[in-house]
């Protein structure tokens, strides 16, 4: 089972830097067997040291290769089971199962029988899984088959008269449009790119105090003083040790500014999507029983030794590719706290920017030492020992990835409104995570790799005590307290196990619907507060219970406004009367499925971005009533509101 999380971990990173694309090609052609039957062939085509499961793989191994055809059952019928090419089979060290897989070549076949003798095109679609040996990609593609013997096109998206008409009401005719261009007001989720910085930074200090990296510190420092032949080539190679840490960091980011490019909203989509919401929480679960001395995470020995045998080169190379093998000896200690930054920073809001800066920070904190310490190396004989301690912040990290791990888990149900994880809920999780984290800090409970313990010292009692003070602030939202200091985190205050008057913010009457609310603002003559918004958006939830509940922003909103949260992420599908696809610039065609696709489109294609919270001020005519405004502060939000009303006046 350990094997299954740390391939899905990998994958998880892997993919976003192997896109499917060139790996696997795919190959259609028709055997005609009579006059009403024929048989179907697929041939993907694999490039060398790639190769694709087979359509038989055993439970909780890989993602097998499938086939759907379009019309089987209606149009004909798919007679006897798929047949596939020889394929190899061997045991998989990392799934710890035997294995069929294809190399080179791949040719599957499926007969069928026409139940509609007129029947020219067959459409149908394959999905797989490809690996090599870093990466893997998840992949579909379109299929086509022509059964006269004409050249079979994959059917593309159109824009029907229906989806014509449904992509025209989603453009608004705005008035005075220059306002937008005074958007960005406000501040970027966590205090902007700087605040994004620090908490990586923090990141760092913590993984600095772990014992894969701790220890680290004083060998290479003294590697570098006293090898290098002199002082000054010591102290320059131990700053350039360090800088090679932060880029080996800052590169991890690089895949996910060409997701940006691409797709604006992607990362908007990754963060909320609702299945990799649920595979996050399995991790960061699996991560915490890993700090809790469970089992250790580790990546395979073999890349460590290659790293360290390549360190050996000396000059830059042999610099670099030792902070290549720091970075990966201490991945069971730093893996969980970068992946904890990764994931947190998956918004629309700052794009890869702000993942960029995160990890920029987290690699600054790691390599500040090695430089300060070849500066300073007196200094040395001031650190710590290694001992006892840094199993408890080993600890402690763990119940902090547990608690993280509940934030996804809860996004995935604020999404789909499966109703799990009601406020009050969530916070008794974590009222019970953080109670046996204070109970562990006093000394109570033990884990496997903690020794005994004599004494405890002041800062562990201190710890102790501070977390103990925690869990008593948390418990008054059991009975329906805002806990300001946690806005954003547990799920918003309406979404509650109690009966709720309204599940819009704070009870203020609002509308999810854009032309329900216009009709609203027109028959009261009121300004509308256009609201981009998510259920799993923790910006949105602190301006709502921060900034919106404060009694002059609140009366404002209530009495003068016009409220429509639009909210970006909901998963759950329109009819089937108001799906459509809609032609972007581009001219790539997109499904509109689901309420969130909708309303992410209706936001990209009026106001250009795709963050959350987003808010407009404009009245029922379409006159934007000033520029827009994001995650700012109480003041700023009061004014602004203050001045969209005067402007109606």
């Given amino acids: 089972m350990k094997n299954i999380f740390f391939l899905v971990i990998v994958l998880l990173f892997n993919t976003v830097s192997a896109q499917p694309g060139d790996q696997v090609t795919w190959d259609t052609s028709v055997e005609k067997l ?29 993602i097998p290769t499938s086939f759907t055809f379009e019309g089987a059952g209606k149009d004909y019928e798919l007679v006897g089971d798929l ?21 080179g070549e791949a040719v599957f076949k499926q007969k069928i029988k026409l139940l509609k003798p007129d029947l020219k095109v067959i459409q149908g679609l394959v999905e797989y899984q490809a690996c090599d040996d870093q990466s893997c990609i998840f992949a579909d593609a379109d299929l086509a088959f022509s059964l006269d013997g004409g050249k079979a096109v994959v059917k593309q998206l159109e824009v029907d008269e ?3 008409i449904l992509s025209k009401n989603l453009k608004l005719e705005l008035q005075n449009p220059e306002q937008l261009k005074g958007g960005d007001q406000g501040q970027s989720g966590g205090g902007g790119l700087m605040g994004i910085f620090v908490l ?33 080539k010591g102290i320059s190679n131990a700053i350039l040790y360090g800088v090679f840490i932060v880029v080996i960091y800052m590169l991890l980011s690089i895949p996910f500014h060409f997701l940006d490019s691409i797709d604006p909203e992607i990362l908007n989509t990754i963060s909320t999507n609702v299945w990799l919401n649920v595979i996050f929480f399995i991790i960061f679960v699996f991560f915490a029983f890993s700090f809790f001395g469970y089992y250790e995470l580790t990546l395979p020995s073999s890349w460590g030794n290659k790293m360290d045998s390549a360190s050996g080169t000396g000059g830059l190379i042999g610099i670099f590719f030792m902070a290549l093998t720091l ?30 800066a995160g990890i920029t920070g987290f690699g600054f904190a790691l390599a500040l030492p090695f430089a300060l310490f070849a500066l300073f190396p007196n200094w040395l004989n001031s650190l710590p020992r290694s001992g006892g301690w840094m ?59 903690d020794g005994p313990l004599k004494k405890l010292g002041f800062i562990r009692i201190a710890s102790g005590v501070l977390v103990a003070a925690f869990v008593i602030y948390l418990v008054p939202g059991l009975w329906g307290a805002n806990l300001k200091l946690l806005s954003g985190f547990p ?65 404002l909103l209530k009495d003068d406004y016009v409220l429509i949260s639009l909210y970006i992420d909901d998963r759950k599908e329109l009819p089937e009367d108001k799906q459509f696809n809609y032609q972007l610039e581009s001219g790539r065609v997109k499904q509109i499925r689901t309420i969130g696709e909708k309303w992410a489109t209706f936001q990209a294609i009026n106001f250009h971005t795709a963050s959350q919270p987003y808010y407009i001020i404009m009245t029922p005519e379409m006159e934007l009533l000033g520029p827009p405004q994001k995650y700012t502060d109480e003041e700023t939000y009061y004014n602004w509101l203050k001045e969209g009303v005067k402007g109606l006046k």
């Fill in 162 to 164: 229906k989806s014509a």
């Fill in 391 to 449: 199993t408890t912040v080993k600890v402690v990290l763990g119940f902090l990835e547990l608690a993280l791990a509940f934030k996804f888990l809860s996004n995935a149900d604020l999404v789909q409104h499966w109703g799990i994880l009601k406020r009050e809920i969530f916070i008794g999780i974590w009222i019970v995570i953080f109670g046996l984290m204070a109970i562990y800090l006093f000394g109570k409970i033990k884990f496997p790799h």
């Fill in 83 to 103: 047949e596939e090419s020889e394929s190899h089979t061997e045991y998989d060290n990392i799934f710890d199962m035997e294995l069929s897989y294809f190399d």
């Fill in 34 to 62: 009579s006059d009403t039957e024929y048989q179907l062939v697929m041939t993907a085509s694999i490039i060398e040291h790639w190769h694709l499961y087979s359509t038989d793989i055993p439970e909780d191994g890989p």
């Fill in 200 to 232: 990586g930074f923090l990141g760092g200090l913590l993984a600095l105090l772990t014992p894969c990296v701790f220890p680290m510190i004083p060998l290479t420092v003294s590697f570098f003083t006293k090898q290098s032949g002199n002082r000054k």
């Fill in 491 to 555: 799920p918003p205050m309406f979404y509650s196990v109690k009966q709720q008057e309204s599940d819009c913010p704070l009870g203020i009457n609002c509308f999810k619907d854009f032309d329900e609310g216009l009709a609203y603002a027109k028959a009261n003559n009121k300004p509308i507060l256009l609201d981009f918004t998510g259920w799993a958006c923790v910006n949105c939830r602190k301006m709502e219970e921060n900034v919106w509940s404060v009694p002059r922003v609140y009366d």
């Fill in 327 to 356: 970075a990966i000896v201490s991945f069971s200690c730093t893996g969980p706290i970068l992946g904890s930054l990764l994931v947190g920073s998956l918004t629309a809001e700052g794009g890869a920017t702000q993942l960029t």
